[in-house]
């Protein structure tokens, strides 16, 4: 049974930084695309950062794209989300999420696409 479980998030000041982790088991192999969700309080759960199954294609969302970074640890099955000059509007629940397709360089940017997902971890950014 794939299980994703993230950490790192927390409460950080308006222009910090914070790191996400999120760790897969349950698999072998670790070639699956990877995404980062995240929901904030009174709306709809959305993306924020995506990788391929090949590690070679990488996607954002408008609102995060130059401030938040994903990459993958094969070695480690773990994906990160670095996120630099974090903003209030920032604060929400992120979520790591995993594809079921193996390698690839497509980037899944819908929820649907997804169909592991992880419990998430809090992120407070305070102004």
Known sequence: QVQLVESGG???????????SCAV???TSSNYGMGWFRLAPGKEREFAAGISG??????YSDSVKGRFTISRDNAKNTVYLQM???????????????????????????RTEYEYWGQGTQVTVSS
Do not use: F, M, W
């Not at 927390?10 to 996400?20: F, T």
């Not at 090949?54 to 996607?59: E, L, R, T």
């Not at 630099?84 to 819908?110: F, H, M, Q, W």
């Open 10 to 20: 927390g409460l950080v000041q308006a222009g910090g930084s914070l790191r996400l």
């Open 25 to 27: 088991s349950g698999r």
């Open 54 to 59: 090949s590690g070679g294609s990488s996607s």
């Open 84 to 110: 630099n000059s974090l903003k209030p509007e920032d604060t929400a629940v992120y979520y790591c999420a995993s594809r079921r397709s193996y390698g690839g360089i497509y980037v899944a940017s819908r």
